[in-house]
């Protein structure tokens, strides 16, 4: 059905590709002297000349150019007298043209400048001062008009009459162009070729029954952006073609029933940004595509949509829905994408989307007063649902339960994030084999059940980011192989996870994104990540992290594995040489120094004071003093006299310890306690006894010993694969995200 004009599409797409300002060798050139300059038309104040054939140069202020075969003149102006073109021109394209200097377009002007095979015009945000009704007269190969924001004001209905070519017309964001009063019998254009015309932001008050009853090729027609509000029911009905009608961002209360009455082709609707309050009564009959977002739509009945019972896609979100009746979408049986996002609604019935057996994505997020899925999950009238993608974020929700998810056995993509759930059942996923992206991230999770993922070996993306997360069992991993992207920042997380008895060889080792920023991780050791052979990416920054041989070894590994400490590589590759300069980002080398290379004088005030090793706050002097120290060959002189004055300290600190972890219960002190201990012992780190001590007191003092692990990366780019979208004009194609193996 959107076929033909999806090609026009296309084709415009081309044509605008082909605009650009892009040379290849079958231009040849003449008298361009500064070829740097060559594409700067705008700036370009000196003849520049191009030939295209022997006999005639491209005209002054203009930049002729070949690509694909079409040849494109790029102009600052249009001149008739002073530039000639040559006849082999297809393109001619003015942007942004001197607005003291408007553009003219006087009868036959094209024909005159010697534009004769002109396919393509786009002159855009400009000033066209005045369109004579003659100016396009005699361009038989036009096919393509672009006239957006030029200020344009009057169009005789003649202007395109003879262009029995021209397909695509684009008038949109001309506020004062001049349309058909209401009640008159004028009409718009006379254009009967045109399949595609745009008219959005014109200020257009009103479309007669008239205004566009010479233009029946109408395939698309947009008139977003305008004033429109009362309808009359004959406005399309001359329109027998029309596919897809844009009407977003209006006034429209409501739509007369019969509207699209004689509209059988119509695929494509958008309605979003009107204040229309329902849609019940429109009769469409092949309706696939209702967009109809930010309304006034509140309440959606039982019958609301019996007049478009094909649809496909179907937008409702950011409407203040606040109920919707459990049979509302019963009759929508090709339904495939609905999103009820960003609405107000408290309930969510079990039957709702019981006969919607083709939806795929299933949307309900930002509906903060829902706080509940269904207990035993939604009902299917067939087995169970094809449902690949599922956002329920941001819904308040305060438990998942373990039935929540039963008829979602193809989910592949869940989007639980900002909600308040603080346990999941191994039941709750078990259900979804496919799963290869949960994002969990802040909700009130402070531990993973070790099973939870057991039946989701597909899984490759968790995030559990800004959960309050103190423990978290490697276990949790152990069947998901192809786990490659794993955020647990903003936790509470002491450890990340103790090199452990139980660990495969294999746990993790797909594992190339880690983030655990943002933690309370005191202590980072090699065997921890050593299964984690494809690690690109590790950040842990923002942890009270203490230095030790362990933490060195780490630091070296992960220098020497080439893994990332963020994003960013080539920040990281300037890092080095460019430290100072560049504070935003760190190497290993940098965090290593920062974490054990206090400078001396320092650590001998044993300064008890909670480790920060955000390296943003790290000053730029005290990373000079740090490095001079480095390569003073007599630091070590120092150590002994240093490290047997820290054991004293130490005894004493461990005693102290020792009697407030008998007096404080509460793991955050805990916390900081021993963070302070080890800040104080940093200085030791190179002395063998030190380092006993030290591994000692971080055994006794930072608790719980549960290996953690938690990893988790955005969801944002799940592979589209187009082919597989069944229906075809559609906006949500280009959101669509569809996981190859659906
Ligand atoms: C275009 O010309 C440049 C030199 O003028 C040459 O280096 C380049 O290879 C040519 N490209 C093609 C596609 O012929
Ligand atoms: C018309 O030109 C405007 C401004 O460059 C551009 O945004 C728009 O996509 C063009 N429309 C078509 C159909 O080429
Ligand atoms: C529209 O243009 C055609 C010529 O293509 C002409 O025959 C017809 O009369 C015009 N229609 C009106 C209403 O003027
Ligand atoms: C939009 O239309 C309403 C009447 O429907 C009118 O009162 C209002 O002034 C118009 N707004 C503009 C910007 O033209
Ligand atoms: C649905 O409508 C909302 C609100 O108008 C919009 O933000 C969103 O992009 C739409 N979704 C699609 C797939 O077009
Ligand atoms: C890593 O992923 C690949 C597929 O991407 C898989 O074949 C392989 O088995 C995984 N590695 C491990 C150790 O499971
Ligand atoms: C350790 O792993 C084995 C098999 O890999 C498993 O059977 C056992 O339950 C695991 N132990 C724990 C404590 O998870
Ligand atoms: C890790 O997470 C923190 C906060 O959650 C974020 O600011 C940071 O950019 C993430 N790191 C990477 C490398 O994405
Ligand atoms: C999940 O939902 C949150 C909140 O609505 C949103 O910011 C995020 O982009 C979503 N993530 C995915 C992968 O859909
Ligand atoms: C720079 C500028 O104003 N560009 C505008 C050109 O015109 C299009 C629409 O006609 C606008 O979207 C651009 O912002």
Redesign the pocket.
């Known amino acids: 059905m959107g076929v033909r004009y999806r090609e026009l599409l296309l084709l415009a797409a081309c044509a605008c590709a082909l605009a650009a300002p892009e040379t290849t060798n079958k231009t040849i050139k003449k008298d361009v002297k500064d070829l740097d300059n060559y594409d700067d038309y705008d700036s370009a104040d000196e003849v520049q000349e191009v030939l295209f054939n022997e006999d005639r140069p491209c005209p002054r202020d203009c930049i002729c150019t070949v690509s694909q075969g079409y040849r494109i003149a790029k102009c600052n102006r249009l001149e008739v007298g002073v530039q000639k073109f040559g006849e082999d021109i297809t393109d001619l394209v003015i942007d942004h043209a001197d607005p003291t200097n408007p553009i003219k377009l006087d009868d036959f002007i094209f024909k005159k400048l010697g534009l004769h095979q002109i396919a393509t015009v786009k002159i855009v945000n400009s000033t066209i001062s005045y369109v004579g009704p003659n100016a396009f007269h005699g361009l038989h190969e036009l096919y393509a008009v672009n006239l957006s924001n030029n200020k344009l004001k009057n169009l005789d209905p003649e202007t395109f009459v003879t262009n029995k070519k021209l397909l695509l017309l684009t008038l949109s964001n001309n506020p004062s162009l001049k349309f058909p009063a209401a009640g008159s019998e004028k009409y718009f254009l006379n254009a009967s070729s045109v399949q595609e015309l745009d008219v959005s932001f014109c200020n257009m008050q009103y479309i007669t029954a008239n205004t566009f009853k010479n233009m029946p090729g109408l395939m698309y027609l947009n008139v977003a952006g305008n004033n429109l509000s009362d309808m009359d029911p004959n406005t399309f009905k001359k329109l027998l073609d029309l596919e897809e009608l844009d009407l977003s961002d209006n006034n429209l209360k409501s739509l007369p029933d019969d509207i699209f009455s004689e509209n059988t082709e119509l695929a494509t609707l958008h309605i979003l940004k009107n204040p229309i309050d329902t849609v019940y009564g429109l009769q469409i009959s092949d309706l696939l595509t209702l967009n109809a977002g930010q309304t006034n739509i509140k309440f959606v009945g039982p019958s609301m949509f019996n007049g478009m019972t094909y649809i496909a896609n179907l937008n409702l979100s950011g409407n203040s829905i606040e109920k919707i009746h459990n049979q509302a979408f019963h009759k929508l049986v090709e339904l495939n994408y609905l999103d009820l996002s960003f609405n107000d609604l408290d309930f969510m019935s079990s039957i709702l989307i019981k006969e919607n057996i083709e939806l795929d994505i299933f949307k309900i997020s930002n509906n903060p007063r829902l706080k509940h899925l269904p207990t035993d999950g939604f009902e299917c009238s067939a087995d169970q649902f094809n449902i690949y993608l599922f956002d329920a974020s941001n819904c308040g929700l305060e438990e998942i339960f373990d039935n929540s998810l039963k008829t979602f056995t193809a989910l592949s993509v869940i989007n639980l994030s900002d909600n308040k759930i603080r346990t999941i059942s191994e039941k709750v996923f078990s259900i979804s084999p496919k799963l290869v992206e949960v994002n969990l991230a802040y909700n009130l999770l402070t531990t993973l059940n070790a099973k939870v993922f057991e039946n989701n070996n597909e899984l490759g993306k968790l995030n559990l980011?800004?959960n309050p997360l103190t423990v978290l069992s490697a276990e949790v991993f152990s069947h998901t192989p192809l786990m490659t992207w794993l955020?647990m920042?903003?936790a509470e997380l002491t450890y990340l996870w103790k090199s452990g008895k139980n660990h495969t060889e294999t746990l993790l080792s797909n594992l190339t994104?880690l983030?655990v920023?943002?933690n309370r991780i005191t202590e980072i050791k090699q065997s921890e990540l050593d299964k984690l052979n494809k690690l690109r990416?590790l950040?842990i920054?923002n942890n009270p992290l203490a230095c030790s041989r362990d933490f060195e070894n780490l630091m070296n590994w992960l220098s020497t594995r080439k893994v990332s400490p963020?994003?960013v590589s080539e920040n990281v590759a300037n890092m080095a040489k460019d430290a100072k300069d560049d504070d935003e980002t760190y190497s290993w080398e940098f965090l290593t120094r920062k974490t054990c290379g206090a400078a001396l004088p320092h650590a001998m005030q044993l300064d008890v004071k909670l480790m920060d090793n955000d390296v943003d706050d790290l000053e730029t002097e005290e990373y000079q003093e740090v490095s001079t120290e480095e390569q003073d060959h007599g630091k070590y002189e120092y150590l002994w006299p240093i490290c047997i004055a820290i054991l004293g300290a130490l005894l004493l600190l461990v005693i102290l310890g020792k009697i407030v972890m008998m007096m404080c219960s509460r793991r955050t002190q805990q916390i900081r306690y021993n963070s302070a201990i080890i800040a104080a012992m940093q200085a030791g780190r190179t002395k063998k006894d030190c380092g006993l001590v030290y591994q000692q007191l971080s055994e006794d003092l930072t608790g719980p010993k549960t290996p953690k692990l938690s990893r988790y990366q955005p969801l944002q780019t799940v592979t589209v694969n187009a082919s597989n979208l069944s229906y075809e004009s559609s906006p949500f194609h280009q959101q669509n995200i569809v996981p190859e193996h659906v």
């Open positions: 980011q800004g955020d920042s903003r994104f983030n920023s943002h990416t950040d920054s963020n994003a």
